[in-house]
């Protein structure tokens, strides 16, 4: 069963970087398409990104400027590349592919 890994949050000051990246194991067919959600304490899941193999993104205007969805085919692996964080963006973070289970998360925490 292919599933999906997030890794790379951590703890990270205001306005700095972190690049998250979600994994899929269990199988070698190619991922098309992927989303990134988050979930902050107390709030509903929210989807910040999306994209395809064919090139299109789209973002939520929360992240639009500052986050940047990508892919490596070679790796099966999709990236969260997140910009000039700010505490706000604290959240355990998603990726999601139709079709397949949710991962763990990842916790991203932007705090001085």
């Known amino acids: 069963q292919v599933q999906l890994v997030e890794s790379g949050g951590g703890l990270v000051q205001p306005g700095g970087s972190l690049r998250l990246s979600c994994a899929a194991s269990?199988?070698?067919?190619?991922?098309?398409?992927m989303a990134w959600y988050r979930q902050a304490p107390g709030k509903q899941r929210e989807l910040i990104a999306g994209?395809?193999?064919?090139?299109?993104?789209n973002y939520a205007d929360s992240v639009k400027g500052r986050f940047t969805i990508s892919s490596d085919n070679a790796k099966n692996t999709w990236y969260l590349q997140m910009n000039s964080l700010k505490p706000e963006d604290t959240a355990v973070y998603y990726c999601?592919?139709?079709?397949?289970?949710w991962g763990q998360g990842t916790q991203v925490t932007v705090s001085s």
């Open positions: 999601k592919s139709a079709g397949l289970p």
């Open positions: 269990g199988s070698t067919f190619r991922i098309n398409g």
């Open positions: 994209g395809t193999l064919f090139g299109s993104t």
